[in-house]
């Protein structure tokens, strides 16, 4: 059983009869749910993932208000709740575990992956958070928000972020793809650095991976989860295909070039098809100034291209 439907069924038998018998006229201020660090909270937990944070479990989210009338009561109620479910039993924490279970406030949990308890109010704020952590912030599922606060915020993480900001993060990712691949892949191989040349491969796909998210209009996780996320997208999932083959030898010069040309191409073509930039050339540099000549704000369009 995968942990979000574990989790989710915890909750169903074993949470929601605790808070409806314990705490029912707090029940419409309490946001439930996973959502956070960890591979289930992506859906992407299998097997190997059950040496940590495989166990029954969700979250509360309170305002931080609530969290001073009831927090501490419903904290040591929570704790009460069976260690073991459906044959699986809680753990001590983990060096490796991600410790979100259990009663937190709304502000806490957005504080940790924004900065601050609400989403950036500035396109420098939403330039400085990591996309990896605003994929945290929104992953996983919400059971119930009947005040729809931390849902809300969920949302307009998810559905707010700047044009000028997506437009200015894939500029970026763009350039660093000619860079590491198109340009210094082969020129590292020719000084004989074969370990420089696996790194800008590697990086090259890297960039790939985020800049297909960044098209696709969704954040992309960190590079654990990043090829996994790659093949679920709507477009250029074929791409997570073309990475494996081509890091497979690095210092296979003809498969890697020919493939970096072809991920190229493919996120050129994407590019095109959105009117970013009427580009038609191969090199991909020129397509990250003609996406920054899209960018409205002046200060963020004249900042420079490579973040």
């Known amino acids: 059983m995968k942990g979000l439907e574990l989790a989710r069924t915890y909750y169903e038998q074993c949470g929601r009869p605790m808070l409806e018998r314990d705490f029912p006229e707090y029940l419409d201020r309490m946001a439930i749910g996973l959502a956070g660090h960890g591979s289930e909270c992506y859906g992407y937990d299998d097997g190997i993932s059950t040496d940590h944070d495989y166990e029954p479990g969700f979250c509360i989210w309170l305002g931080e208000s609530d969290d001073r009338e009831f927090g501490f009561r419903l904290f040591r109620a929570y704790g009460r709740l069976p260690r073991e479910f459906m044959g699986v039993r809680m753990r001590e924490a983990s060096l490796f575990g991600s410790g979100t279970r259990g009663v937190h406030t709304i502000e806490e949990y957005y504080r940790y992956y ?19 952590a605003l994929c ?3 992953n996983g599922e919400v059971f119930s928000d009947p005040s729809g606060r931390f849902s809300g915020i969920r949302r307009a993480i998810k559905e707010d972020r700047p044009e000028d900001v997506r437009l200015k993060k894939l500029a970026s990712e763009v350039i660093f793809m000619a860079q590491t691949g198109q340009y210094n892949y082969g020129r590292c191989l020719d000084h004989g650095e074969t370990a420089a040349a696996a790194a800008a491969l590697a990086d090259f796909a890297s960039h790939a991976a985020r800049a297909a998210h960044l098209l696709c209009r969704t954040y992309a996780p960190y590079y654990k989860w990043l090829f996994r996320s790659l093949r679920g997208l709507p477009r250029l999932s074929f791409l997570a295909d ?12 003809e498969t890697a070039s020919a493939l970096i040309e072809k ?14 930039c009427d580009c038609t050339d191969a090199y991909l540099e020129p397509y990250a100034y003609g996406i920054t000549e899209r960018i409205g704000d002046a200060s963020l369009r004249n900042s420079p291209v490579m973040l």
């Open 263 to 276: 991920i190229s191409s493919a996120v050129a073509a994407d590019i095109r098809d959105q009117g970013l």
């Open 242 to 253: 073309d990475a494996d083959l081509m890091l497979k030898s690095p210092a296979d010069r």
């Open 114 to 132: 924004l900065g601050s308890p609400e989403p950036p109010e500035t396109l420098a704020g939403w330039l400085a958070v990591p996309d990896s």
């Open 136 to 138: 945290e912030a929104v």
